[in-house]
Nanobody, 116 residues
Framework: QVQLVESGGGLVQPGGSLRLSCAAS????????MGWYRQAPGKQRERVAIVTSGGSTVYGDSVKGRFTISRDNAKNTVYLQMNSLKPEDTAVYYC??????????WGQGTQVTVSS
């Protein structure tokens, strides 16, 4: 059984910052991909950023230069540092863990609202 627990969402003003965390527990393979997706009301879920267990990263075009993804393999935790937040970043952010041969797992989601 794999569980993902997210934290760090909330309300922030435009231009502000937030840091999301996601801790994975259970049967975690050493080689995996962790990341963040988001879904705004009325829109499809989109990839924000992913990071492999080896440290390679991929960012969505809309967050490049503003968001930074990182991970602590010893803690099976992934982080998303979000700077220069914009109202269009408002969404539910979901943590994901992909392990070949096991499956793709999702957290429950955490709300991020950017508003003045």
């Amino acid at each position: 059984q794999v569980q993902l627990v997210e934290s760090g969402g909330g309300l922030v003003q435009p231009g502000g910052s937030l840091r999301l965390s996601c801790a994975a527990s259970g049967s975690i393979f050493r080689v995996n991909v962790m990341g963040w997706y988001r879904q705004a009301p009325g829109k499809q879920r989109e990839r924000v950023a992913i990071v492999t267990s080896g440290g390679s990263t991929v960012y969505g075009d809309s967050v490049k230069g503003r968001f930074t993804i990182s991970r602590d393999n010893a803690k099976n935790t992934v982080y998303l540092q979000m700077n220069s937040l914009k109202p269009e970043d408002t969404a539910v952010y979901y943590c994901t863990l992909l392990m070949s041969g096991s499956g793709n797992y999702w957290g429950q989601g955490t709300q991020v609202t950017v508003s003045s």
